[in-house]
């Protein structure tokens, strides 16, 4: 008889990573996004928390500490407090997205759960396409927008391990998502795609590989007269299926487009927030505040830029001072283990990057799955130093 013994720090391992994989896949499921079934793992993730956060490091202490406090100075205008309600106060926005980050904060075995998040991307970009692909002309452009930003840091944990194991298999599956990714993603997302390409290219390959890279990236601006046929095509294949490719609709039409199009309206959205910034400069409008200056230029609008978005909520001290503060997590976190910056860039590249186009800080739960990574990675700095003490005294 066979006997399978599963341990129960096996069920605890794995429970993590499959709360990622509820709260991104929910999105896409309406079956799935059922409030019993998240209210029980919202028990189960706060009965984790207990038991396996020994200690709060100390840096999530603060982040978590500021965060109230920016709230509560948010609150003091009436506009803020209406929206931080809707779109913050709710258990929605607790769940997906500052539960995942705060359980990410118990993160202290780098290496396995960065082997688990591979297998676990695979399937998820895997299934999201394929739910695309069957999808068709049924699915909302806001779908397929959505479904690009929920990905970009799973694509790339597949494209880090590919550029890590150099297995062809692992190669060519990174290339063909990322293509999809970009064919059907927001072009901020296909944006963001390729500048975390580049990124890993500098980082992870050796020269010959660089300068391979470069030569084909000079061959193809000089072809790119006869890609744009290819690219018609494809465009024109997915036309008659009534799904508009807006990446390759803004690189083939683009000198049909008027500026404000080929932006989506960001540039103009941009100067207004700039404008904003110059009249209160030290104190800023708080958390939610930019919504309320940007309804002169349309309803419900936010800055679409998360640099932007900083200075205009906290003003130029303070908010220049949480700049700094992601300026120092990214060089501290590029300058840590092997193990740990490997689990932490494909999350804080594709939150960083893509912030910069689209999308919110606050309401952005990659964004804060690396800052809760950073958190626990000084936690287990602080518990590596303490041991060192010990056995030395």
Avoid at 93 to 100: C, E, G, P, S
Avoid at 106 to 134: D, G, Q, W
Avoid at 174 to 187: D, E, H, K, Q, T
Wanted: positive net charge; glycine residues 4%.
């Amino acid at each position: 008889m066979l006997r399978v013994k599963i341990k129960f720090t096996d069920i605890k391992r794995f429970f993590v990573i499959l709360m990622v994989a509820y709260c991104v896949l929910a999105r896409f499921f309406p079956f799935a996004d059922n409030f019993i079934v998240k209210s029980l793992l919202f028990s189960l993730s706060i009965l984790y928390l207990i038991t396996n956060i020994k200690r709060v490091p100390i840096q999530a202490v603060i982040v978590i500490i500021a965060w109230s406090i920016f709230v509560v100075f948010s609150c003091l205008n009436r506009s803020n407090r209406v929206l931080i309600k809707d779109y913050i106060f709710t258990f929605n926005a607790f769940f997906y997205i500052f539960l995942v980050p705060l359980l990410f904060m118990s993160e202290r075995n780098p290496a396995l759960r960065l082997k688990e998040l591979y297998h676990l991307s695979f399937f998820m970009v895997t299934v999201l396409c394929i739910i695309l692909l069957i999808g068709g002309i049924s699915r909302k452009e806001y779908d397929y927008i959505s479904m690009g930003s929920s990905i970009l840091p799973f694509w790339a944990i597949i494209a880090q391990n590919a550029f890590l194991s150099h297995r062809k298999t692992d190669t060519i599956t990174a290339a063909a998502c990322g293509v999809f990714i970009c064919l059907f993603a927001s072009r901020g997302v296909s944006v963001s795609l390729l500048v975390i390409l580049v990124i890993f290219i500098y980082i992870y390959a050796d020269i010959k590989h660089k300068l391979l890279v470069l030569l084909l990236g000079v061959a193809g601006m000089a072809l790119s007269s006869n890609i744009s046929s290819m690219l018609m095509a494809v465009y024109n294949i997915f036309l008659r299926r009534n799904i508009n490719i807006r990446f390759l609709y803004t690189i083939l039409f683009r000198n049909q487009i008027s500026d404000f199009n080929l932006t989506s309206g960001r540039t103009e959205i941009w100067k207004l927030a700039w404008e904003s910034i110059l009249e209160r400069p030290f104190t800023g409008y708080g958390i939610m505040g930019d919504r309320a200056i940007l309804t002169s230029y349309a309803q419900n609008l936010y800055t679409h830029n998360m640099i932007l978005q900083i200075l205009l909520q906290f003003g130029l001290i303070l908010g220049g001072l949480l700049l700094f503060f992601l300026i120092y997590v990214g060089i501290k976190m590029f300058r840590a283990s092997a193990e740990w910056k490997k689990i932490f860039l494909p999350f804080f590249l594709s939150s960083v990057l893509f912030l910069q186009f689209s999308s919110e800080y606050y309401l952005f739960s990659n964004f804060w799955l690396s800052i809760m990574i950073f958190c626990s990675y000084m936690g287990a700095q602080y518990d590596r130093r303490k041991r060192s003490t010990e056995e030395g005294s």
